[in-house]
């Protein structure tokens, strides 16, 4: 995890992270999972916040293909979202997002990749009470779309694969 720019115009104050799920250790790249979250500070209360901050999260993960093709699994990951935000007693309101999963064949000089899946969330929500566990919440987010069990932080995983195409 890492702070990265905050996007400017979304509020007046932003600070932002980035988390990537990595095999191993300074892996430049991801091929497992990637997320971002923005925490916004507005004192003008925007209406659609009903408050002054505001999380806004972005998570992806490639898949096998046969998951991609779940037609639960866009509900399933929201529920990972509101179960993570719950288990971690991050008290939230006024959320809203989209859940995307999308389907890739690979043709020509691609064909060779193979069938491919994603799945991608991406969220906001008024956060109720201390920021940490938003973030945690978050992150496991993260790890959960990247086919990693909640509470495996430093746990190696064995013999998972993923597709590499996104």
Same mark, same amino acid.
């Given at each position: 995890m890492r702070e990265i720019p905050a996007p400017s115009g979304l509020a007046p104050d932003a600070i932002a992270l980035a988390g990537d799920v990595r095999p191993e250790e300074g892996a430049l790249e991801s091929l497992f999972g990637t997320g971002r979250?923005?925490?916004? &500070?507005?004192?003008?209360?925007?209406?659609?916040?009903?408050?002054?901050?505001?999380?806004?999260?972005?998570?992806?993960?490639?898949?096998? &293909?046969?998951?991609?093709?779940?037609?639960?699994? !866009?509900?399933?990951?929201? !529920?990972?979202?509101?179960?993570?935000?719950?288990?971690?007693? !991050?008290?939230? &309101?006024?959320?809203?997002?989209?859940?995307?999963?999308?389907?890739?064949?690979?043709?020509?000089?691609?064909?060779?990749?193979?069938?491919?899946?994603?799945?991608?969330?991406? !969220?906001?929500?008024?956060?109720?009470g201390p920021v940490t566990p938003h973030i945690e919440a978050w992150a496991e987010l993260v790890c959960m779309l990247a086919g990693l069990p909640p509470g495996s932080e430093g746990i190696a995983m064995l013999g998972a694969r993923r597709s590499t195409r996104g």
């Open positions: 979250l923005i925490l916004l &500070h507005d004192p003008s209360e925007p209406d659609a916040w009903s408050g002054p901050w505001r999380i806004v999260c972005f998570a992806q993960a490639p898949l096998e &293909h046969d998951i991609g093709t779940d037609p639960m699994l !866009a509900d399933v990951a929201w !529920a990972w979202l509101t179960d993570a935000l719950a288990s971690r007693g !991050a008290g939230f &309101h006024s959320a809203s997002g989209t859940a995307t999963k999308t389907l890739s064949k690979g043709f020509g000089t691609l064909a060779a990749e193979g069938d491919g899946a994603q799945i991608e969330l991406r !969220a906001s929500w008024s956060p109720e």
